[in-house]
Every structure is written in C-alpha cells, then in structure tokens.
C-alpha cells in the first residue's frame, strides 16, 4: 500500500465505506510507518465517540453481553441521524500460530449486516506494546469514521487488557457468581479501573453474594467521586442491559459534569504517545534481532560465555 | 548499591545465602544497571536446574498445587546432598497501586523456614517487557545458585503470563472441571505451550468431561513427538501430586532422549535477548515521557492537532 493509496483508503473510510474502514483497521493492527500515515490522517477527526471498555475474566459472558449491549444501544435510538456503535474484539493469539480464534465472534454475525454497527476481532501480539499501541488507535479510528459508541472487549486479565480497558471513557468490569471471582477481579487490580461492575449470569447461585462481596471491596477502597454501580446481568436472556446502559449513561453524566473528560482523555493522549513511542524503539530493536550476529549472540548466551544483558548491548550498538 | 556491592552480594547469593539471594532477585526484579551487572555474574553458572512453569485462569488452584508439587520434590529426595526448590510466583499487579498481592503466598510459608525452598513473589509490571525479561533472569538466577527445580507459577493467562511459562523447560497448564474452561485454554493459547495438562479439583462434577475435552483437543492438535499427558489432581488434599511430578521426569527424560533441552534452551537464550534488547530500548524511550517537551505534545495529541505517531517522533528526535 502506497502512502497515497492509504491515503485515499482512510478517506473513505472516514466517508462511510466500512470495507474501507476494516481495511484501515488491518494497517492500524499490523503497525508500522503505513499505520502511522493513517494516524495522521484520522487522529484528528476523532474526540466525539464514548469508548466502553469490557473486561474480565475468561468464559465470564463478555462476548453475550456485549452483543446484547449493542442491540440496546442501537434500540435506544429514536433520531434519524441513527446511533452507530463499533465493537473490537480484541482476543488472545497463540504465540505459536498467530491466528486469533474468533469462534465467539461468528455469533454477532446477526448485527454484521447492519450498517449502523461495526465488529472488528484484533488479535494481541506479544509484549512488545503493539497492542497498546494498535487497540486505542483502532478505537480512535472508529471514532473519527463517526460511531457514537465504541465498545472494546477484551479477553483475559492480563496486565495488557486492564491497560486496553483502562484507555476507556467508561470501563466495565464483568464478574460471575461463585466463590472468589470478586477477589480475583481485585487481586488482577480491576477494581481500581471499574466505573461500572456486572455481575453476569446473575441466575446463577451466588449472584447476591457476588454483588456483596463486590459492594465490600468498595466499601474498602479508597473513597472516589464516582463509586461504581454493581449491575446484575444475564447477558444470554438480556436481563439487566437497560441497567447497564443506565450506568453507562451515569458514568458520562458524571463525567462531563465534574469536568473530568477532558482529563481523562489526556491522561490517554499520555499513554498513547508512551505506548507509540515505545512500539517505534521496540521495533528498531526487534528489527535487529535476526541474521548472523544475532545468531552467534544467541549460542553465546546459550552456551553461557557472555549473558543476555551484554549480548543485548552489543547487538545494540551494531549498525 | 554500587558495583562491586552488587557482585559481592552476587558472588554470597550463589554461595548460598538466602538473604543475598532475595536481594539479587529484587535488583533482577528493579531492571536497569544494576540488574545487568548481576546478570553478568550469575549467567554463566546457570543450566543445570529444570524450569517448570505452571500457568491457567485465575483461581485454578495453581497456588495450592505448587505448595504440593514443591513438597513432593523435597520428599522424593534421599540423597545427603539435598534435593532444593525455588519457587517465583509472579503476581498481578495493580497498575494503580503498584503493589503485589501476596495474601496466598502466606499458606507457603510452611516452606519458608526450609533451607532447601526458596520462595519469592514478583511483580509484574505493564507491557514494556520488563516482566518478559525480569522472570526468566531470576529464574536463571535460582538456577545459577544451585537449585534443582525452579517452579515458575504465574497468574493469569494474559500474553504475558503464557511467554513466561514458554521460558520453561516443562510448561504445566492448569484448567478446572466446568465447561468451558478446556475451551478456554485452547483459547488463550495455552494447548500449544502445555508439556503437561492438570485438572485440578478434580473432586468436582465434570473433571471426567474436563479430560475428555483436553483429550479431544488433543487429538485435533498437530502431533508431536510429545503428547501432554493429563493428570487429574486434587491439590488440596495433595491428591495426583505423586503423578504429576511421574509426568514433570518423564517430559524431561523425553527432551533429553531426543536432543531437544538444548534446542529449547537455545531458543530461549534467543528469547531472553530479544527482551532484555526491548528492555534497554523501551527505557531509554520511557526516560523521555516526562517533562515539559513531553507534556507539550501531549497536549497537542489531546487537542488533535497532532497525531501520536508524529509526536512520538518528535519525541524520540530530540535529544
């Protein structure tokens, strides 16, 4: 893709044209100077869309109840000018294999066909900060192409997507009942990142133990202006969305009446330069981490006759 | 602590003194000069313990399962020179609060007065791979200071957990009864990484299904001259332990039937130095976010009348 082409590919993008705007995705995902030029391109349209962050625990329902978050979103709209809403999906990759597993994705199929909603699977890549890069950026993107709404769900509790979860506006934590899925949300640090907890498959024994333990540990922490509403859901029955959209609004509400949007954004323009300045550097150094001297590096660090740290200066200072 | 404190303290932690030991381990742990010079000292006197790394969902029960694993291999032991055992249980940390929650370690503390274990929490912290390259060195570190087995047991299935337990010689991975989890672990790319698959809580309802699932996996996964055997435990009651360590020596005696501890030690010799490179490029990167010129351009991201690519250029431009 030539800088021109990419160019007119994210105008179009922007315009409307929603093959253009996956295609701009796959650039923003795969990084790079390309993605870079479209950065360029869109960073500046973007500022109007309310990002949600999902996240929690593996099998906690984020994929169902994002989903249903989206057809009540989209419910809720009584203008003409139509509410559009952009899902990213961002799932685990094998180290191994590279291919993201989006098997659970295959069911939003039922909202793939409309115009007003956008669903993107993003596969995380490793430590190197490229998807702390790629994520916010595709999330930007979505933004920029007009979505009032985007939702970024990601998989897992690793350190990576509390970060990803944290570049929202507003971060929803999802929980199950059942014995030490709340203290398990804290020890992962969700807990200083929740403005909104849900408890998911709320039918299920626990529920209210659950919504206790949680409201405890709020008790607990450190007293905020906004104190995360815990709500109950059962995303595969669609019980408690309204609810969900209820806090969701709040949170804004909240926000913008304290002020504090703007200081959340630029703590994430914050993040989002460390997190591209970082990917630039780790790229260059990756870049090096191949051919012969690399090679004789790594049998020397095999073999114990230098160690990683003097190996990795030494390929360093190579030109 | 200077240089030659660092190599003196060094030079006492692989002598065998436990408290120089855990000192070294948090200059490893700290990164930057002082962890390279240490490096430099312990590398070459590493390769003769065997790496297990244990990683799965939070809540699995990995805790309970090393505290068994570890005290099984101290009992296997009937020679005089004494078999001993470092474990590191890296831990989530808050990126708010920046501590380790090391609440379920205490139960570990049985062990803690036991000349022969060595056991110690790190930290995980953020996505610069500082973690990528500060586990495996400590590990290296243990190595290098005579322990037999060093058990690396992470939190989480996050990217950054499953590298760390891709440092080790045997990767267990460990899943619970209840649909969905196998499925789960297939997922976040842990089938591909397994030498050895635990059902733990195998008292529960479902463990018989939680094997079949793992088996049927297994099947559909490419052959390798090694298929991960799974072992059902109940590490509370230190059911399976005796089984788990039978299934730990013979993955080992299979690597090195076939040539291959050398390959995956070269391959993480490889892996090391391409983290520790990152590493010293992503702090020299992260040394510029701060300060005046750094908070100028964010302001400018924020605004939208930069983008973060372009500032980031800028940033890593001036000197």
Not at 96 to 123: K, N
Not at 128 to 143: F, I, K, W
Not at 251 to 275: D, F, N, W
């Amino acid at each position: 893709v030539t800088p021109a082409a990419t160019d007119a590919l994210v105008a179009r993008a922007l315009d409307g044209d929603r093959a253009a705007l996956a295609r701009v995705v796959s650039i923003v995902e795969q990084g790079g100077e390309p993605a870079r030029a479209a950065s360029a391109e869109y960073h500046r349209r973007a500022g109007h869309a309310w990002i949600v962050g999902i996240t929690g625990a593996p099998g906690a329902g984020k994929s169902t109840l994002t989903d249903r978050l989206v057809a009540e979103l989209l419910a809720r709209d009584s203008t003409d000018s139509g509410t559009r809403v952009g899902v990213l999906a961002v799932d685990p990759t094998s180290p191994f294999t590279g291919g993201a597993i989006l098997g659970d994705r295959v069911r939003m199929q039922e909202h793939a066909t409309d115009p007003r909603v956008f669903i993107r699977s993003m596969a995380t890549r490793g430590h190197l900060g490229g998807l702390s890069a790629s994520a916010p950026q595709a999330a930007r993107l979505l933004d920029a192409a007009g979505y009032d709404w985007v939702v970024v769900e990601t998989v897992g509790v690793g350190q990576v997507e509390v970060e990803i979860a944290g570049h929202a506006d507003t971060t929803v934590v999802v929980v199950n009942p059942g014995w030490g899925d709340a203290v398990q949300a804290n020890k992962a640090g969700l807990m200083e990142i929740a403005d909104v907890f849900v408890v998911n498959k709320a039918d299920r024994a626990g529920a209210r133990d659950a919504v206790r333990e949680l409201d405890a540990m709020l008790e607990l922490s450190a007293q905020r202006a906004w104190r995360p509403p815990i709500v109950s859901t059962v995303a595969t029955g669609g019980e408690g969305i309204v609810d969900l959209v209820a806090a969701l609004e709040s949170h804004r509400a909240h926000l913008t009446a304290v002020g504090e949007v703007a200081a959340r954004r630029r703590s994430r323009a914050a993040e989002e330069l460390t997190a591209v300045a970082v990917e630039l550097v780790a790229q260059d150094a990756l870049a090096r981490c191949q051919g012969a001297a690399f090679d004789a590096l790594v049998n020397a660090v095999a073999e114990g006759t230098t160690d990683p740290y003097a190996a990795a200066r030494e390929l360093l200072a190579g030109s």
